[in-house]
């Protein structure tokens, strides 16, 4: 098994780093030492946006330790799917949250957040706060 590390985790873990505090992130990887950690091509994305992650090598470096998981037509079909299903509840999330959740769901595997409520919301998917 393994887990979709989301955007706000690997910025924590960024943030944490900087300060000398690892607490929040060490813990959680302790706990999940079994694990295998991922990040998807839109994780890579939102990470590619941040001030913390210019120039290029800063983000190469904060991508590095995760593989990343890729588009595929079946990740598209997946979020044709969640696009529907929360649409019809009235419930949409962030276009970039149901590409990740779409990815996890192709993979089958959960996804490490602190946006526990949006994720909570995709069928099916499943939610690992941190």
């Known amino acids: ?74 990740v598209s079909w997946q979020y044709g799917e969640i696009y529907r299903a929360l649409a019809a509840k009235g419930q949409l999330i962030g276009a970039n949250d149901m590409w990740i959740a779409a990815t996890a769901l192709v993979h089958d595997i959960g996804i490490v957040t602190n946006n526990v409520e949006e994720f909570r919301r995709v069928p099916g998917l499943t939610v690992v706060p941190y």
């Not at 060490?26 to 839109?42: G, L, P, Q, V």
């Not at 890579?44 to 990343?68: F, H, N, T, V």
């Open 1 to 74: 098994m393994g887990l979709i590390l989301d955007t706000n985790f690997i910025i924590v873990a960024e943030r944490e780093a900087k300060r000398g505090v690892t607490t929040t992130i060490d813990h959680f990887f302790a706990s999940r030492s079994k694990e295998n950690f991922y990040i998807t091509f839109t994780v890579a994305g939102e990470l590619a946006c941040g001030q913390s992650a210019s120039p290029k090598r800063d983000w190469e470096r904060l991508c590095r330790p995760y593989p990343i998981l890729p588009w595929s037509s079946d």
